[in-house]
Nanobody
Framework: QVQLVESGGGLVQAGASLRLSCAAS????????MGWFRQAPGKEREFVGV????????YYRDFVKGRFTISRDDAKNTVYLQMNSLKPEDTAVYYC???????????????WGQGTQVTVSS
């Protein structure tokens, strides 16, 4: 069983930056690809991006390309989501997830965090 705990969310103005962290309680963190998803009120959960198990590959949805960056520190069992140039439409609960595949599909992830709220004011 892998527990994931996100942190770093908050209320910011448009154009600001935030860095979300996701700490994993597992000794096999490096064996998981780590994805980030988000869910805005009244909308379905959507894929944001993923980092491979090795950390050498990342993939992002178009709406965050060039603004968001995913990285991982296996020594700390932590994955990060650096969010720059935030927009009001980025407002959502952000979730990290762990899976064995490098995927954009939520069903491919076995473990999920509880989420952290990001609110961007205009």
């Amino acid at each position: 069983q892998v527990q994931l705990v996100e942190s770093g969310g908050g209320l910011v103005q448009a154009g600001a930056s935030l860095r979300l962290s996701c700490a994993a309680s597992t000794r096999t963190f490096s064996s998981y690809a780590m994805g980030w998803f988000r869910q805005a009120p009244g909308k379905e959960r959507e894929f944001v991006g993923v980092i491979s198990r090795s950390g050498r590959s990342t993939y992002y949805r178009d709406f965050v390309k060039g603004r968001f960056t995913i990285s991982r520190d296996d020594a700390k069992n932590t994955v990060y989501l650096q969010m720059n140039s935030l927009k009001p439409e980025d407002t959502a609960v952000y979730y990290c997830a762990a899976g064995v595949g490098y995927s954009y599909r939520p069903n491919d992830y076995n473990y999920w965090g509880q989420g952290t709220q990001v609110t961007v004011s205009s």
